[in-house]
């Protein structure tokens, strides 16, 4: 069932670790799941095929457990597993509330997810099924920022929608300088030149290279996922092309 409005018919969504803190200081908020489900929910019933993939600094980031002195290889992989544990319990309240869905993991862990196939995944997607990306890359020094890019690439999916708490790319952060302009549209190239830290470089340059729009928007308001889905001007787009 196509909804005639569609502005994309298959979305990668990248849900930070972060989010699924919620307001706790750690682990996961079933609050922000059930929130979620509902939020993933309002588009899947649109016919928009999803698929998500999850970062894990709720739970441990790599990065900064390799500034505590962890090897950071075997810190990443350890955010790795991090983020198997957020794409479960999303798989579990995304089936509560009435999707059909199917974790695929980079690092085999076969007894909880399917192997990472990437024509098995969009087979799924075709079925209508919500595909959740697990463990990064599988491979350590890659961000799930760069994951999100490179599964999007992979699926072919039409945009990559990059879900933070402000509503978009803002000129400082906004939330220490109130005279910070929000940008509708950054190019791949200024958003590079200008250091923005929405997402890593290594994943807005994968992009780039294949053309790929990004939206960063505010995941906190309701129904800005619909709205996005439905072509409304939600968030910044950083894409081909000249800035705002």
Known sequence: MHHADLRY???LLKLSGEAFRGHQPYGIDYEFLKYMAQEIGSVHELGVQ?????????ILRGSEAALQGLDRALADYIGMLATLMNALALQDMLERHGMVTRCQSALEVKEVAEPLIRRRAIRHLEKGRVVIFA??????F???DTAAALRALEIRAEVLLKATKVEGIFTD???KNLSARKLSHVSYQDFLQMGLRVMDSTAISLCMEHGLPVIVFNIWEAGNLRRIVLGEPVGSTI???RGT
């Open 173 to 175: 952060d906004p939330l």
């Open 239 to 241: 894409g081909p092309g």
């Open 142 to 144: 890659f961000s799930t």
């Open 9 to 11: 018919r298959r979305i």
């Open 135 to 140: 463990a990064g890359t599988g491979n350590p």
């Open 50 to 58: 999803i698929a998500i993939v999850v970062g894990g600094g709720n």
